[in-house]
């Protein structure tokens, strides 16, 4: 029996799909424009941390 057909039988699943794809995407978004507005100063010192050791 495919994975499909257990999911099929549960009641309600594509509440759990539907939900999973907002969080997914409103976290995309969110980074998205954090990392257009943040200061270009900050996310030069974040880029350099790996190599200042």
Do not use: Q, R
């Not at 309600?12 to 539907?18: H, K, M």
């Not at 200061?39 to 200042?52: S, V």
């Amino acid at each position: 029996m495919k994975f499909i057909n257990y999911l099929e039988k549960i009641t309600g699943v594509d509440i759990y799909a539907l939900s999973s794809f907002t969080i997914f995407f409103t976290f995309f978004i969110v980074m998205t424009l954090w990392a257009w507005k943040a200061d270009k100063k900050m996310i030069n010192k974040i880029n350099h941390i790996p190599l200042d050791n």
